[in-house]
């Protein structure tokens, strides 16, 4: 087998005396789609952050395409990264918002293009008609000069993705990309969502839109008071899970 | 039914015909009537015009004392005086508040804690002992040197040449205002969303980026108004450096009435070329945040050249 797009071992986190994370072991091959389902407070965006260290593990390791994120052997120590060179790793890991978080002074098309400028240092004439292209893609080529506030929210997700997408990462994590929508704006975030599975992009998804994980989830992980409980893939999760904890779940988001 | 009658301040109208409908949608529109606001602006009108009478008709005010002084040569270079100390004194405040601010938000706790220490102390000596204190340098130390750090001194300077009564002045206002500058754009920069942060972060966006090219523009919105607060109270706060015999705006027209006695004439000197700066920076004020309100939540209102356009464009409708 070849080296996993992500692999966790271990991840231990806490806040202060609160134990959010207790040992959390996860392996996302390339090309896969991980969507990551578990109560409030079960740790899934802290994980999720994680990935590309935004937040700090207190135990374990992040690999991501066999790299060790944050953090570098040196003899005997794991000695973090740099500041520089952590920003630089986080150029290969796209990361899609709940809340969208664009930024609110730069218009649409800057919003695109600010990563591959400043973080990649391309130059502007490569950047911005590929940050147009991306807009193309998610419907929005028209919004170009307009600013996030105002876009719906559905219009600035798509934004969002496409932002994410602008440094051509080789990894894409999602923290409930749609809950921050109205029920009528879902439908056209997650069908940007799925065309980008559709291509081969390895995605980490958190989310409870289980319409979405049935159709393109590799593998579905239930995770609940900071432990991955139960894993695999959609159909054997969602229709008979293991443990009595995923059912009761399920049952109540079903 | 009761329901009807409940809230019916306005007409029942029955629309079930599409008659009655029908007529009112013929009816123009006009507005509601506002007794107050009319008897209110009557009696302004009239204070106004009482008072402009008085100003004008009233000899005491010596208008022509004002008119022989009013751009008189030492006038004119006491005001030039008084604008280079708000220059300086904005330009230099500022970007050392923005250093003391950046200070105080930084995550180690030397600089936090020297940042705090300076916005403390800073605010604490009134600004009258700062200038006296910066002006009295040279009897603390009469020459100033430069070299290593106990080690062995490379320039020597006296103090005096270096620090005239001009640049204890200078000094004095910066590091004055550095201390509020620095609280008004750390409170700027806690209040722009950490969302922003968090995704400029997450985009590997370099950290001084973060901050020049989305932090401090959205900062810039609640920044402002307090600045230009702080810019036009320097403005006229300049005439503290009048106990460095400086000759500030205000300090030269007492020394002429002091020479002629028209303290009127010569104190409403002062007084327009305050109004009148102070008007320009609230113009330039205006324009400037505008600017800076680009995709921010409120919809911008038309400028006034804006609005008289649209005006003379006669949709007399645009201008509701
Ligand atoms: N910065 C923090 N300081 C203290 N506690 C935190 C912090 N961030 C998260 N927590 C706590 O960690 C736990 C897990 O949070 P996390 O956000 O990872 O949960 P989640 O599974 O994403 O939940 P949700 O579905 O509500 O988003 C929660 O109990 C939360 O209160
Ligand atoms: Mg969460």
């Given amino acids: ?254 | 039914m009761t329901s009807a009658s409940f809230h019916a301040t306005g007409d029942v109208v029955d629309t079930s015909g599409r008659r009655g409908a029908h007529e009112l949608l013929a009816l123009r529109r006009v507005p509601a009537p506002r007794p107050g606001r009319w008897l209110a602006s009557a009696f302004l009108l009239v204070l106004l015009a009482q008072f402009l009478h008085g100003l004008v008709t009233n000899p005491g005010w010596e208008w022509p004392v004002f008119r022989e002084f009013f751009v008189e040569g030492s006038i004119m270079r006491a005001l030039g005086l008084t604008l280079e100390l708000t220059a300086y004194g904005t330009a230099l405040g500022f970007s050392l508040g923005l250093v003391i601010a950046l200070m105080r938000l930084s995550g180690s706790w030397l600089p936090a804690s020297v940042g705090w220490l300076y916005v403390w102390v800073f605010r604490s000596v009134p600004l009258i002992v700062q200038l006296l204190f910066w002006f009295n340098l040279a009897y603390l130390y009469d020459r100033l040197s430069f070299g290593v750090p106990f080690g062995p001194e490379l320039v020597s300077v006296p103090t005096m040449r270096l620090v005239g009564p001009m640049g204890a002045a200078v000094l004095g206002l910066a590091l004055h205002q550095a201390a509020y500058a620095a609280e008004i754009i750390r409170s700027g920069i806690i209040s722009v969303d950490r969302g922003q942060v968090l995704a400029a972060a997450a985009l590997g966006i370099p950290r001084r980026r973060q901050l020049s090219r989305i932090v401090l523009p959205q900062a810039m919105r609640s920044i402002l108004p307090n600045a230009f607060n702080e810019l036009i109270s320097l403005l006229k706060g300049t005439s503290i450096v009048s106990v460095m015999a400086l000759g500030d705006l205000f300090y030269q027209t007492q020394v002429i009435y002091g020479r002629n006695g028209r303290v009127v004439a010569l104190v409403m000197v002062a007084t327009i070329w305050y109004v009148i700066l102070t008007g320009l920076l609230s113009v330039l004020q205006y324009y400037v945040e505008r600017r800076f309100a680009r995709g921010g939540s409120r919809a911008l209102p038309p400028t006034p050249r804006q609005r008289l356009r649209a005006a003379l464009s006669g949709t007399g409708k645009a201008a509701r």
Avoid: W
């Avoid at chain 1, 920003?87 to 290969?92: A, E, I, N, P």
């Avoid at chain 1, 995605?203 to 049935?214: D, K, N």
């Fill in chain 1, 1 to 254: 087998m070849n080296t996993p797009m992500v692999e966790i071992v271990d991840v231990h986190k806490s806040y202060g005396a609160t134990s959010v994370l207790k040992g959390v072991d996860l392996v996302v091959n390339p090309g896969e789609v991980t969507v990551l389902i578990g109560p409030s407070g079960a740790g899934k965006s802290t994980l999720l952050r994680m990935i590309n260290h935004l937040e700090k593990a207190d135990r374990g390791l992040v690999l991501v395409a066999g790299e060790l994120i944050g953090y570098r052997r040196a003899g005997k120590h794991l000695r973090e990264l740099r500041e520089r060179e952590v920003l630089r790793q986080r150029t290969g890991i796209g990361f899609v918002f709940q809340d969208f978080n664009l930024f609110a002074n730069l218009t649409v098309l800057d919003n695109v293009a600010e990563a591959p400028r400043s973080a990649q240092g391309r130059p502007a004439k490569e950047v911005y008609p590929l940050a147009r292209e991306l807009l193309e893609r998610v419907g929005l080529a028209d919004k170009a000069d307009a600013h996030p506030r105002q876009l719906s929210g559905g219009q600035q997700q798509r934004v969002a993705i496409a932002r994410a997408l602008a440094l051509e990462p080789k990894l894409l994590l999602f923290d409930e990309p749609t809950s921050a929508l109205d029920p009528e704006l879902v439908g056209e975030v997650l069908d940007v969502m799925k065309s980008l599975a559709a291509t081969g992009t390895t995605m980490i998804v958190v989310t409870h839109e289980m319409g979405f994980a049935r159709e393109v989830a590799d593998q579905v992980v239930f995770m609940a008071d900071g432990r991955v409980v139960e894993q695999g893939p959609p159909q054997q999760l969602l229709r008979t899970p293991a443990h009595e904890r995923t059912r009761a779940f399920l049952n109540k988001i079903l």
